[in-house]
Nanobody, 118 residues
Framework: QVQLVESGGGLVQAGGSLRLSCAAS????????MGWYRQAPGKQRELVAA??????KNYDDSVKGRFTISRDNAKTVFLQMNGLKPEDTGVYYC?????????????WGQGTQVTVSS
């Protein structure tokens, strides 16, 4: 079992920055993929950024050049968000994905609200 706790959300004006943190209950290097997802009102949850255990990073096109995913130590993943836009508003969820073929196990945090005002 993996427990995840997000923090760092809030209200910010367009063009501003926020840094989200995700604290895991296990060593994140044992997790195949750590990711950040967001869900805007009335929309499906979507992947924003992810980092593999080997350090490969992946970003949604809408955030490339503005958001950066990183990990500081064995138990924390960050999402640095710069140049925020109103369309970045939503609940941001941390995700841990363990792949044990043929199964994939997903663990989620409770989410943190990000609101960007225009």
């Amino acid at each position: 079992q993996v427990q995840l706790v997000e923090s760092g959300g809030g209200l910010v004006q367009a063009g501003g920055s926020l840094r989200l943190s995700c604290a895991a209950s296990v060593n994140i290097f044992s997790i195949d993929i750590m990711g950040w997802y967001r869900q805007a009102p009335g929309k499906q949850r979507e992947l924003v950024a992810a980092i593999t255990s080997g350090g490969t990073k992946n970003y949604d096109d809408s955030v490339k050049g503005r958001f950066t995913i990183s990990r500081d130590n064995a138990k924390t993943v960050f999402l640095q968000m710069n140049g925020l836009k109103p369309e970045d508003t939503g609940v941001y969820y941390c995700n841990a994905k363990r792949v044990v073929p043929p199964n994939t196990y997903d663990y989620w945090g409770q989410g943190t609200q990000v609101t960007v005002s225009s």
